[in-house]
């Protein structure tokens, strides 16, 4: 392909790469209100949110195509993925619908303001640790990819170019010689 066809179009896989990394690492970093403050914690679990919801809008065709096969045929690996990632979206809705619900900083901020209710933060509290247990399941599952990922977009750009050797001489250099 020479320069003048080729088109500057966004690599998915790379996206898709980058927008589990920050999802994983803003999930990460809020698991402890106290290390980062509430005011981090809940902003940070806004921005998880909003992060989730593109997630999904980025697998889409996936997660339709994968609906309407569920009860066909589907390999055991995708309707294992499938699963886990339903239990996933199900707890991932629970702590940030919980976490709203209980808003110390965020909400009030934006002049929103809702009631106490200790039911939430349990539900908030089981509901992340849950979601810890998914995601380590989810990583497992998902290891080659990520490893396979990682060395492509992370490791590889970081290494040192080593100059390729042309086993082929030129011309110009056979002559030198």
Known sequence: MNEKTRTNKTNPVKVNYLMDLAIFVAFLISLDPRATGMAIHEWLGIAFGAAVIVHLLLHWKWIAA?????????????????????????????IVYSGLMISEV?????????????????????????????????????????????????FNPLSPRRPRLNP????????EL
């Open 66 to 94: 994968s609906t309407r096969r569920f009860l066909g045929k589907l390999p055991r690996a995708t309707r294992l993925n499938y699963a886990l990632n339903t239990l996933l979206f199900i707890t991932m809705t629970a």
């Open 106 to 154: 965020a909400l009030p901020a934006l002049g929103i303001s809702l009631g106490e209710g200790f039911s939430w933060r349990s539900l908030h509290a089981q509901a992340s640790d849950i979601a810890l247990i998914l995601i380590g399941l989810h990583i497992a599952l998902h290891w080659k990819w990520i490893l396979s990922t990682s060395k492509r977009y992370v």
């Open 168 to 175: 082929v001489a030129s011309p110009s250099v056979a002559a």
